[in-house]
């Protein structure tokens, strides 16, 4: 089961798990200094930029999913 959903908020993901800036950063999505990254949530942010929203959940999942 996903830890991160396209329902999770990207500052409360980033927060919680910060190594997933670069995923954001691979996707092309600087959502971190955004201001609506505030109060979108990933999908809203990945569907705002025309992104794979399946595809970018199942990398940020496959990335907190790693030994540190």
Do not use: R
């Amino acid at each position: 089961m996903p830890v991160i959903t396209k329902d999770t908020g990207i500052i409360e993901a980033v927060q919680k798990y910060p190594q997933i800036i670069e995923i954001f950063q691979a996707y092309g999505l600087g959502c971190i200094g955004c201001m609506a990254a505030h109060f979108e949530t990933i999908g809203q942010g990945a569907g705002a930029h025309g992104i794979d929203v399946d595809a970018l959940i199942a990398d940020l999942n496959e990335c907190i999913s790693q030994p540190k």
